[in-house]
């Protein structure tokens, strides 16, 4: 009977050191080619800087690449559940790709971190969003800052130019609430698709309406062209952008047309003038020159948003641990759970604080008045 117990004790010792010890699978989908690669190759390239421990479990990345298409990323993603029985997803990198996979790890009970722009894909919150988080700003968030911007520079009029997708989509709901808050009267609203090679159309209409300013909100390059058009037709007025533009090949493909645009995102854009106290300094400084020695390059603010998906995951893995063995559905809905409880965490964006209403979690400490001058971002100090 002792041998029994004494046996038994063992096996138990046994299978919970190996429960400690399991290595946790976490899937990656980036957009590293086609049309939104320059926000997918950084979010790509970051993968080897995420942490391959999380307390006592081993963590491993599989990385797939779904070509900017929503229809591969939906093959990718279930490729990751289905063959590879991944604990949680990072990505994808576009938005219409992430709010096309949302049912798909909701049944399956799989955490999806999106390092995409979109709010719609956490908001309104529903019984399939609560599987995801959110590692960029909500829009409402950023929107705020330029339209306190925009009341304080006597900003009456205003033009709007977004994508034809989620992205756009959520920034015209968005900027529509803000400017009747601020009493400015939205004079053009128009859209445009991210692979167009012409805005010509759109933009004259809205250089036809006279605005005092112009939003554009649309991620990655497609962020370019709707204001170097409009810079063409003659238009000097104050031009916004997105969080969606917060790339240095803004700066490149834009060059001089896009000298004096204001947007709001997060400190990485301008580190060096940030004060140390920032909870989220460090983290990004050291982000950046791991990144760099690595590449060769600096990051873009997307693949911080990879970066902070895993410093979440890497808090709420040891969490979920304590519950449920590492591959198992207990675990991952456990890693679920951990994740909504995430507080003060300091990321290269800002700091998050998740709520079963907020899988987001940002506050003020995400985002930053920033402005370009001299083909360079700095922060704006008239504001």
């Not at 990656?28 to 997918?40: D, E, N, R, W």
């Not at 920034?171 to 805005?199: C, H, P, Y």
């Amino acid at each position: 009977m002792l041998f029994r117990k004494a046996a038994s004790t063992l096996l138990l010792s046994a299978a919970c050191a190996a429960a400690a010890q399991a290595e946790v699978k976490i899937g990656v989908i980036t957009s590293s080619t086609g049309p939104i690669a320059l926000v997918g190759l950084p979010q790509k390239n970051t993968v080897p800087l995420l942490p391959a421990q999380a307390g006592d479990q081993a963590v491993k990345y599989i990385s797939l690449d779904d070509a900017s298409d929503p229809t591969a990323t939906v093959k990718a993603l279930k490729k990751l559940i289905d063959e590879e029985n991944v604990d949680a997803i990072i990505g994808p990198s576009g938005s219409p790709n992430a709010m096309g996979v949302i049912q798909f790890v909701a049944e399956a009970g799989v955490p999806l971190l999106a390092p995409v722009g979109t709010a719609a894909v956490v908001l309104p919150m529903t019984e399939q969003k609560k599987w995801v988080f959110k590692t960029t700003q909500n829009d409402d968030l950023i929107a705020k800052a330029l339209f306190e911007h925009m009341a304080k520079k006597g900003v009456k009029t205003l033009g709007f130019i977004g994508t034809s997708d989620p992205y756009g989509e959520n920034w015209a709901k968005v900027m529509a609430g803000l400017a009747a808050q601020q009493n400015i009267k939205v004079v053009a609203n128009e859209r445009f698709q991210r692979q167009d090679t012409s805005v010509t159309g759109q933009s004259l209409k809205i250089l036809a309406s006279r605005p005092d300013a112009v939003l554009v909100a649309a991620p990655g390059s497609s962020a370019v062209m709707p204001q170097t058009t409009l810079f063409d037709q003659g238009y000097r007025g104050q031009v916004y952008q997105t969080h969606g533009a917060a790339l240095q090949d803004f700066l490149k493909l834009g060059g001089k047309k896009v000298e004096g645009t204001v947007l709001a995102a997060s400190l990485m854009l301008v580190l060096d003038e940030i004060p140390d106290s920032h909870p989220s300094k460090k983290i990004a400084s050291d982000y950046t020159a791991a990144y760099e020695k690595l590449n060769g390059s600096k990051p873009a603010t997307f693949g911080g948003n990879t970066f902070d998906a895993g410093l979440l995951l890497q808090q709420a893995i040891p969490i979920a641990a304590k519950k449920a063995a590492p591959g198992t559905p207990e675990f991952r809905a456990a890693l679920r759970d951990a994740l909504e409880q995430s507080h003060e965490l300091a990321g290269t964006q800002g700091v998050y604080n998740m709520t079963p209403q907020d899988h987001s979690g940002f506050d003020e400490r995400g985002r930053e008045l920033i402005v370009v001058k001299n083909g360079n971002w700095m922060l704006l100090h008239d504001n």
